[in-house]
């Protein structure tokens, strides 16, 4: 019986873009992942909190994907108010029946330049596959040299997936957008529009909710209230 082969892109996603999304496809494409789960983190422990809801975040990313075959939103992350990390995400899935090898995390190049500090390095390794795409300014040619230790099991080969008998780490070059979530909030926050750097569902969400302007600036002010499910969400994280 032939394994599955499951796409996972944790991130914070505030705003998921287009970078995000090129990412996924591209190891999707190399390794012709069958599912790919987008998974929103509640709590980033290496990173500043979010400004966006983690209800917004997660919206954002299933309108991101809402017309993608075999794509999902997941919200395993949200539902837990530890801070969210990835050995503890990889588990979950072990938890649910997948097996290490039917589960490739996928990630960036520039994240992946941060994996030393991970929770449960390098035995995080050991969960899943890893994927790692070319990011601008972040080529996966330089990847291996971060870790030695680890040289026998970094390839460019996704034919190398057939056999593998324990996890691999992948490394994937293929043109991604050069877009940040930073640099789209600080463009919303200048008035200066994001069209092409998200997809349209976003753009149309991050405007109607008033994200990322100064308090009372753009369509219509974030509402904050108990009264809205966005407020009664973040009041719950």
């Excluded at 190891?27 to 809801?53: E, G, W």
């Excluded at 330049?113 to 991970?118: E, H, L, V």
């Excluded at 996704?158 to 324990?166: E, F, I, K, L």
């Excluded at 994001?194 to 002010?221: F, N, S």
Aim: glycine residues 6%; proline residues 8%.
């Amino acid at each position: 019986m032939s394994l599955r082969r499951i796409g996972i892109l944790g991130g914070t996603f505030d705003p998921i873009h287009c970078g995000h999304l090129d990412v996924a496809e591209a190891a999707q494409a190399a390794l012709d992942l069958s599912r790919v789960f987008l998974i929103t983190a509640n709590i980033p422990p290496h990173r500043a909190a979010p400004i966006a809801s983690p209800f917004q975040r997660y919206a954002m990313a299933a309108l991101a994907i809402e017309k993608r075959s075999g794509w999902r939103a997941l919200d395993l992350e949200l539902r837990s108010t530890e801070p969210s990390y990835t050995s503890t995400t990889l588990a979950r899935f072990h938890e649910r029946g997948y097996l290490r090898t039917e589960l490739f995390f996928v990630m960036g190049a520039d994240a992946f330049a941060d994996i030393a500090t991970w929770r449960d390095y390098p035995a995080i390794f050991d969960a899943a596959h890893f994927v790692v795409v070319s990011r601008p300014g972040a080529p996966v040619a330089t990847a291996a040299d971060r870790l030695p230790a680890l040289t026998p099991r970094i390839t460019s080969k996704p034919s190398d997936v057939v056999n593998a008998t324990r996890p691999l780490i992948f490394l994937i070059d293929a043109p991604t957008a050069d877009v940040s979530a930073s640099a789209i909030r600080e463009r919303c926050a200048a008035g200066r529009s994001i069209a092409g750097l998200v997809p349209p569902l976003v753009q149309q969400y991050i405007e109607q909710q008033g994200l990322y302007v100064p308090k009372g600036v753009g369509r219509r002010a974030l509402d904050t209230s108990p009264s809205s499910s966005a407020g009664r969400l973040h009041g719950q994280n």
